[in-house]
């Protein structure tokens, strides 16, 4: 009797667990445009913490520029948001793409300020040694101070 009633408990949770919680809106935005929409507002919300005060005098509103920018409105970014919130391994997946690609634009951007940091201290070197080197041949009784 306890594998009856525990097997019909399980049968209900299944099917409820099956059961669509949001129905899919007729203006679905598609994940990859999703996922690019998305990665945009992550970059531009961070741009506005860092200038908060450019923004409000340049009158830039962030989602109204997405819109713009996508052809979407706000009611279809709201209802497709919402509709792949209601799928989590969907809406897992799309968050996982943006991460991704912030880090492999943020790993670009570390790797060139290395590159322009190493290439920085390379000619502060070189400007070292030639300034060592046009004091010792007397040339220069006082030292040239460092800019």
Same mark, same amino acid.
């Given at each position: 009797?306890?594998?009856?009633?525990?097997?019909?408990?399980?049968?209900?949770?299944?099917?409820?667990?099956?059961?669509?919680?949001?129905?899919?809106?007729?203006?679905?935005?598609?994940?990859?445009?999703?996922?690019?929409?998305?990665?945009?507002?992550?970059?531009?919300?961070?741009?506005?913490?860092? &200038?908060?005060? *450019?923004?409000?005098? %340049?009158?830039?509103? +962030?989602? !109204?520029?997405?819109?713009? #920018?996508?052809? @979407?409105?706000?009611?279809?970014?709201?209802?497709?948001?919402?509709?792949?919130?209601?799928?989590?391994?969907?809406?897992?997946?799309?968050?996982?793409?943006?991460?991704?690609?912030?880090?492999?634009?943020?790993?670009?951007?570390?790797?060139?300020?290395?590159?322009?940091?190493?290439?920085?201290?390379? &000619?502060?070197? *070189?400007?070292?040694? %030639?300034?060592?080197? +046009?004091? !010792?041949?007397?040339?220069? #009784?006082?030292? @040239?101070?460092?800019?």
């Amino acid at each position: 009797m306890k594998y009856i009633v525990t097997l019909f408990f399980g049968m209900i949770l299944l099917l409820s667990c099956a059961e669509k919680v949001v129905e899919e809106p007729e203006n679905l935005i598609p994940k990859e445009k999703m996922t690019e929409i998305l990665h945009d507002l992550a970059i531009l919300n961070a741009a506005k913490s860092g &200038a908060a005060k *450019k923004f409000e005098e %340049s009158g830039i509103d +962030i989602m !109204e520029f997405l819109y713009k #920018k996508y052809g @979407i409105d706000s009611t279809q970014f709201s209802q497709s948001d919402l509709y792949y919130a209601s799928l989590p391994l969907e809406y897992q997946t799309i968050y996982k793409q943006v991460e991704a690609r912030l880090k492999r634009q943020k790993d670009t951007l570390e790797a060139i300020g290395e590159r322009r940091n190493d290439s920085v201290r390379k &000619a502060n070197l *070189k400007r070292s040694d %030639s300034l060592k080197a +046009i004091q !010792e041949k007397g040339k220069v #009784k006082e030292p @040239i101070p460092a800019q």
